[in-house]
Every structure is written in C-alpha cells, then in structure tokens.
C-alpha cells in the first residue's frame, strides 16, 4: 500500500517536472515560433521533398534555442514575473525551480541546438539563431522596462525565426526569407498590443512600459494596431509580388489582413478588453492561416 504511494508520489514529481519545463520553454509561443520557420524553410526553393526526418531536426533545434531564450528571459524576469498574475506561477519565479537549474537547462539547450541547426543544415542559420537568442535575452528583455521601444526590438527575435527556417533550406538571405520576416515583423504589433492591451494594470505594477501611449490603453495605442494592420497589407502581398506562392494565397491572405483590420478598427470603436482579446485570438489564426496557405499555394523558383 505504502509502495503504491510512493509510486504514485513520484509520477506525480514527474508530471509537476515536465509541466515546470513547459511552462520554462513557454511551449505554446515556441511551438508558434518553430512552426513559422519549420513552414519558411518549406517554402524555400531548394527544399524540392517534404522530408520529415529535416522537419524534425530543424523543429528540434528551434525549440531547443528558443526554449533557451525563454529560459533566459525567465530567470532574468524572475522577480518582476512574481509580481504579475499572468506570471507568478512559472517555475523560477515561484521558487519551484532554482536559477542554477534553470540556467544549466538553457546552457545545454542553447549549445545543442546551435549544433543541431549548424550541423544538419547550415552555420547561416546557427548564426542567426545565436544572433536571435541574443537579441531577446540580453537586449529586448531589460529594455521592457525602459521604454515601448523594446518591442520594435522584441520583434526582431520574433520575427527571425522565418529567416531561420528560409537559411536552412535556401543556405542564402534571399527576397523570400526577408519577405516572411516582414510578415511576421508587423503582425507582432497587434498581436501583442491586444496582449498589453488586456494585462496592462499586471504590466504597470511591475514597472514595465510596453504600450505605445504612456497612459496605457489609449485610442492610440487602438491607432497604432490599425495602422501596423494597414502596413500588412500591402507587405503580405510581397509574397505574390515576388512569385514564391500564388493567387489563391493571395487573396487568402488579403482576407486574413482585411480580418486584423477590421479587429483592430472594433478596438479603436469599443475601446474594450473584449475587443482586444479578439485581436489576440485573431492574431494566432492569422499568423498560422497565412503560412499555411502560402506553403500550400508554394511556387518553387527564386
Ligand atoms: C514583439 C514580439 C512579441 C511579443 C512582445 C509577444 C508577447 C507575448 C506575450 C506577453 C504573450 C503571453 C500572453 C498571455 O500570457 O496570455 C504571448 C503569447 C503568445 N505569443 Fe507572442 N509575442 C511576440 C511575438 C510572438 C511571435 C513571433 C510568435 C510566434 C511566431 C508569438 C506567438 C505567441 C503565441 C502562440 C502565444 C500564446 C501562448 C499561450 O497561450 O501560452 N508571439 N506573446
Ligand atoms: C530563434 C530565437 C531564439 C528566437 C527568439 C524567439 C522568441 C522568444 C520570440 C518571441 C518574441 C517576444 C518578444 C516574446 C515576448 O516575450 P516577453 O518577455 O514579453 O513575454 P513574457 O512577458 O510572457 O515573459
């Protein structure tokens, strides 16, 4: 009787561990950011097969360095994450894991997936990565607390990730990965502004400035989504333009625009939580409808 529970004890240790270790690596944004360049390197031209044993590596090795990136981002924020409800809970904030651990995690992440992308793809795309984990770690994360500007920079890393997964596959910067990194580069505006929009009084108390307008959730910062909103347009039009995927997607995506629009115009009108948890959710589908439908609709020349 006494085994079983002992037993159970320690599954329950287990299953505590790898939720921690999630929750570490913010799975659900990393699963985002590692799809975005799993799709960019299929939609390089020299990717000719859709070759799972590549698809796997590469997804691997990106998860491994952006896991290390949050790792980072975690054990730096540890005391400002404990004081937002978003964030108390995650693992070094709370006290469950100690920040030797979590360090010595993001040390053997980072340097395995740099190996990873460097060894079975390209030094191109290891580099970049680096370069990426660098940027969000040590230059967007302190910068959140000094000014809105952070998230001009935030979104450098966040937007890398295609020009990753293009270098894999094209070993080259060419038009079409810079392409995606603009797409990717503006849609984080109203993306995350819906997200600041919603935990602003979390922000606040702990000190962070990341919205447009001093005053917070204010008609412009509802403007400031609308125009980011504006500018994709013709950005995800480039992909047609350059001829790396066709008209199907074309419109697809003028749809998906025209959708973030006409979300962010509700924001400016309803000024509300709600309106600005419907850009948040639209933000996800969009980002995953528009790679998707270019991958789908993929030109293989360039
Ligand atoms: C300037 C750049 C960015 C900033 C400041 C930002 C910020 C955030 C924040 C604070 C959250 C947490 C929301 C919450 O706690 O409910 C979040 C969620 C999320 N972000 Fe972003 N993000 C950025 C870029 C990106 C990029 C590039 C991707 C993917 C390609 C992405 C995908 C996601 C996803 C999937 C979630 C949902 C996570 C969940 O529900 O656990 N974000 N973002
Ligand atoms: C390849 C590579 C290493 C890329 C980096 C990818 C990456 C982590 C992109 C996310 C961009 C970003 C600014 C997220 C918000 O973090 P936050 O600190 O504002 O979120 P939080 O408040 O929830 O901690």
Redesign the pocket.
């Known amino acids: 009787m006494e085994q079983v529970t002992v037993k159970q004890q320690s599954s329950l240790n287990i299953a505590g561990k790898v939720k921690d270790y999630m929750m570490l690596i ?1 799975f ?2 990393s ?3 590692v799809f ?1 360049a799993v799709i960019s390197y299929l939609l390089a031209p020299k990717v000719v097969e859709f070759d799972w044993l590549h698809i796997i590596l590469l997804f691997t090795g990106g998860l491994l360095v952006t896991g290390s990136a949050n790792t980072v981002n975690q054990i730096v924020e540890k005391d400002t994450d404990a004081m937002m409800m ?1 964030t108390s809970k995650r693992p070094v904030a709370s006290g469950r894991m100690q920040p030797a651990e979590a360090w010595a995690f993001a040390i053997i992440a980072i340097a395995a997936g740099l190996f990873i992308l460097g060894y079975f793809f390209n030094w191109l795309s290891a580099g970049l990565a680096l370069f990426s984990w660098f940027v969000y770690a040590y230059m967007y994360t302190p910068l959140k607390k000094v000014s809105a500007v952070s ?1 001009l920079l ?2 450098v890393p ?2 890398l ?1 295609c020009l990753i997964g293009w270098a894999a596959g094209q070993d080259e910067l060419s038009a079409g990965g810079w392409v995606l990194f603009a797409i ?1 580069f503006f849609w ?1 505006f109203p ?2 502004w819906a ?1 600041a929009w919603i ?1 602003h009084k979390d922000y606040t108390n702990a000190g962070f400035k990341l919205m447009p307008s001093v005053e917070g959730p204010t008609k412009y910062s509802a403007i400031q989504s609308i125009i980011y909103s504006l500018v994709l347009i013709p950005v995800g039009m480039l992909p047609y333009l350059v001829g790396m995927s066709g008209m199907i997607s074309f419109y697809i995506v003028l749809v998906a625009n025209l959708m973030m629009l006409w979300l962010s115009i509700r924001l400016y009108r309803e000024m509300e939580k709600k309106a600005a948890r419907r850009v948040m959710f639209g933000s ?1 589908i969009y ?1 995953a409808v528009v790679l998707l439908a270019l991958l789908m609709d993929k030109i293989p020349v360039g």
């Open positions: 913010k659900s944004l699963f985002m950011v975005s978003r998230v935030g979104a966040g937007a990730p990717q984080q993306h995350f997200i935990s996800y980002l």
